[in-house]
């Protein structure tokens, strides 16, 4: 028989690790991919994020709450990635 757990881990944690993944992952992009090849690379990358939310959501071992701890995960790789596409996007217009 196994004990109940009384606190549950945190799972802030893992949230905000995919943030910092796609923070990453987009400057990445933006450093080594050709600027006609920023947003298609983008795209893989918020494919990946979403990939790293389910895997570390899923190492985590809880069921309680597993869907809104992936879409918030996914949802704010997203939009940190949409910032750092922004800035990019902002940088070739602006003539240097």
Same mark, same amino acid.
């Given at each position: 028989?196994? #004990? ?9 944690? &893992? ?16 450093? $080594? ?11 893989? &990358? ?5 990939i790293l939310?389910?895997?570390?959501? #899923? ?6 709450? $597993?869907?809104?701890?992936v879409?918030?995960?996914a949802?704010?790789? #997203? $939009? ?5 596409? #922004? ?10």
């Amino acid at each position: 028989m196994t #004990l109940p757990e009384l606190v549950p881990r945190r799972t802030i944690g &893992g949230i905000v690790a995919v943030w910092i993944a796609a923070g990453i992952i987009g400057i990445a992009v933006g450093v $080594f991919a050709d600027s006609a090849w920023r947003a298609p690379w983008l795209v893989v &990358g918020m494919g990946g994020c979403v990939i790293l939310a389910f895997a570390i959501q #899923l190492a985590y071992g809880r069921s309680q709450g $597993f869907t809104e701890r992936v879409a918030t995960s996914a949802l704010g790789a #997203l $939009f940190v990635l949409g910032v750092i596409s #922004l800035g990019f996007g902002l940088a070739t217009i602006v003539p240097s």
